[in-house]
């Protein structure tokens, strides 16, 4: 973390969310992009992924799945979404029941987005901060080896999906409430940084974990 001061405040865990819904990981990340051959290049020449034209878009793979990162041509550049897996259709039915009872408003995916995403079904909502959620079950492959360009072995992925990203909050209690409360996150721990050094003001990180074995699969940045 950058910045001057003392070191950030570390806590302890809280509780788990109180849910229907059992997110096994993350299993992908959309990406907007004005000019998605940069990523290609920089999947594959910085980060060692594997680049492949799909619908609608690229893939960048790092295992057997299709792809974990997705990029569509858009006229910004951005992240735009992630993908929740889980783990069943059964599991998927009950997550969209648990979105309605909780009173979240969700759209079901397009043909075109379930193509570029190799899945077999998608819903996708907003949180309060604007950050884009899409739950899902089923992926698409073919189960085509890996092999990365510059080298790399392996990527950790599996169970644990295929890492983490951090996401801005400034609706920062509600989002962390939503994600607690209808995704069935918990809270790993909390980081308090202080940008302009003791006194000033602070600035809360969540790191949130799904129904896996990693630390944290989402951090949420107040700001």
Sequence with gaps: MSGQGPAP??????HQGESAMQVSALAYSIIRSTDPQQWVR???????FSAHAVPGGHALRIDERAGRMFIEKASEDRYFASGWELRSRDQFEAGLAELD???????????????LRHVFDMAWFNDPSGNRHEIFYGYQTNFERFVSPVGVPRFVTGDLGYGHMVLPAPAFDATTGLLRDVLGFGVADI?????????GPEMRIN?????NGRHHSLALFEG
Excluded: N, S
């Design 207 to 211: 790191f949130m974990h799904c129904a």
């Design 191 to 199: 980081l308090v940084h202080r940008p302009m050094g003791e006194g």
């Design 101 to 115: 009872l909780k009173g979240v408003t969700w759209t079901r995916a397009t043909p075109a987005e379930l193509a």
């Design 42 to 48: 920089f999947g594959e020449d910085v980060a060692g």
């Design 9 to 14: 405040d570390k806590v302890t865990p809280v």
